[in-house]
């Protein structure tokens, strides 16, 4: 008859998700990406802590290594990088419209080709003197590849964390944009970097190479993907085959992408942006909306068994105190680089540089929420024999990572917008009002913006009380006098063509 193992798995991980989700919920009410790994990882130490208490107890015993050797028997890169992130990728790129891509191409590019290695190579080497002034050290390149995996901004975590602030569009765009496109970079330069690691010859050339071939693949195999679907598509359909259709549009087009050794992430992304942006042609709105709201409840499903597993990883983590503070360290370090390499990426292209709405670096960098892809990664590599000494404090800063990047960068986000981006209900009392005065002290230039709408519906931003920064105080210091270079410069500030 079986063991019926898969199943006991499945139900005790969707009896947690199902626990975790709404505790979340009713209880936090912290966007799900960053509540539910939380809330898993507080369950966790009680079960861990209720063991302890109901040692030797003749009635009641909770078995901990018995849940540890389950725990270790999940194959999470498998589950993630292998499955379902093609489902995720694809339901946002179907959502995303190519009119945005094009319009904030290349400072999307930017974020997730060249600041992504900035970021890796700055946190690594950051890193690596930490290690060695605490007297535990640990190889660069080890630090590197671990660098690289923390690198990616997760799209789940962009989504839950964009769905609770009124961001204007542009920053939206670039948010999810980045997410999307990140990934296959990421995972690039993580598997260059472990390729030498296990001794294989690094040349910048072959390195080049091996990711032209990735993207041009990739991106050939999402055309194709994304054309043969639409083809498909035409026609009269059921629901349930509108559905299947868009299904193996993403799993399709990813398997083939892995077996032709291309970034499968690119080729369901290309896939998914071309559907999504041509089926309004052939399909009625209403059975698009139904398919987007299948997938959107997949996608919430998916993320809810995600993310329960990213806190039941805790049972194979020995948290000891050094551990802590090291994941802590590590989490100011990569937090730090990630705006630092923003930075430098942007100050190569001055041109752009120039032309940027006030506080859009800062915003985009602190909402780099990192989430499963970097755990997925890590956990892939961490027993191999050349990390297996490494395998404790890649796994440890790796979680804390993930775990503090949903509390700050994700819970925080929101004050940092609005430090830019006038709210008239921010917060003004108690610890929240606390922390928004000191993020509205990451505003050097003094002003706001405010987010409208014209009279056709379309978005518009304008510098909020504008006066202020035309208008200049007489030599007595209480007239006003109207400065036109002023004026000229506010419209430059407002340009809706800007950064």
């Not at 139900?11 to 979340?24: E, P, Q, R, Y």
């Not at 912290?30 to 966790?44: E, L, R």
């Not at 209900?425 to 709408?453: A, P, S, T």
């Amino acid at each position: 008859m079986g063991s019926f193992f898969f199943l006991q798995v499945l139900s005790v991980v969707f009896a947690l998700s199902i626990a975790t989700t709404m505790f979340n919920k009713r209880v936090l009410g912290f966007p799900q990406a960053i509540g539910v790994p939380i809330v898993s990882a507080i369950f966790v130490f009680i079960l861990q802590w209720g063991a302890s208490l109901l040692h030797g107890n003749p009635f009641f015993n909770i078995n901990i290594v018995n849940i540890e050797k389950a725990v270790r028997t999940i194959d999470f890169y498998d589950f993630l990088i292998n499955g379902v992130i093609c489902f995720i990728l694809t339901s946002s790129a179907l959502k995303f419209k190519v009119s945005d891509l094009r319009n904030h191409w290349r400072p999307i590019g930017i974020l997730a080709s060249v600041a992504l290695v900035f970021c890796a190579v700055f946190f690594g080497l950051v890193l690596y003197g930490y290690q060695f002034l605490i007297g535990k050290h640990v190889d660069l390149l080890v630090l590197l590849l671990l660098g690289a995996a923390l690198g990616a901004t997760d799209p789940i975590g962009i989504k839950g964390v964009l769905s609770s602030v009124r961001a204007p569009h542009h920053l939206i765009v670039k948010l999810e944009g980045e997410s999307l496109f990140n990934d296959a970079m990421c995972i690039a330069l993580f598997m260059t970097l472990f390729n030498v690691l296990q001794g294989e010859n690094f040349t910048v050339i072959g390195v080049l190479q091996t990711l032209l071939y990735e993207i041009v693949v990739a991106v050939l195999i999402g055309l194709v993907f994304g054309f043969a679907i639409l083809r498909i598509l035409r026609g009269k359909h059921e629901m349930e085959s509108l559905i299947l259709t868009t299904a193996l549009l993403a799993c399709g087009s990813y398997l083939v992408a892995l077996l032709a050794h291309a970034s499968a992430p690119i080729a369901c992304v290309i896939g998914g942006l071309i559907v999504g942006n041509k089926w309004k042609e052939i399909l009625a709105r209403s059975d698009i909306e139904d398919v987007n709201h299948f997938w959107h409840t997949v996608e919430g499903i998916i993320n809810s068994f995600l993310f329960t597993l990213i806190g039941l990883e805790l049972f194979i983590l020995d948290l000891s105190t050094s551990l802590v503070l090291g994941g802590i360290v590590a989490f100011i370090i990569l937090h730090a680089a990630r705006f630092a390499a923003n930075h430098l990426s942007f100050a190569l292209f001055p041109s752009m540089r120039k032309k940027s709405y006030n506080g859009s670096l800062t915003i985009l960098s602190w909402g780099g929420v990192r989430g499963g892809i970097s755990l997925a990664l890590i956990l892939a590599v961490a027993n191999i024999p050349e990390l297996e000494e490494y395998s404790s404090i890649l796994v440890g800063y790796t979680f804390i990572v993930v775990l503090l990047s949903g509390l700050v960068c994700g819970l925080g986000l929101p004050a940092v917008m609005n430090a830019f981006y006038y709210n008239p209900n921010e917060e003004k009392e108690g610890f929240k009002g606390w922390y928004q005065r000191m993020c509205h002290k990451m505003n050097r230039k003094k002003f706001q913006y405010l987010v409208g709408e014209d009279r056709h519906g379309n978005e518009i931003i304008t510098v909020y009380k504008s006066e202020n920064l035309i208008d200049e105080k007489a030599e007595d210091g209480v007239a006003s006098l109207h400065n036109p270079e002023k004026v000229q410069e506010v419209k430059r500030l407002e340009n809706p063509n800007n950064f």
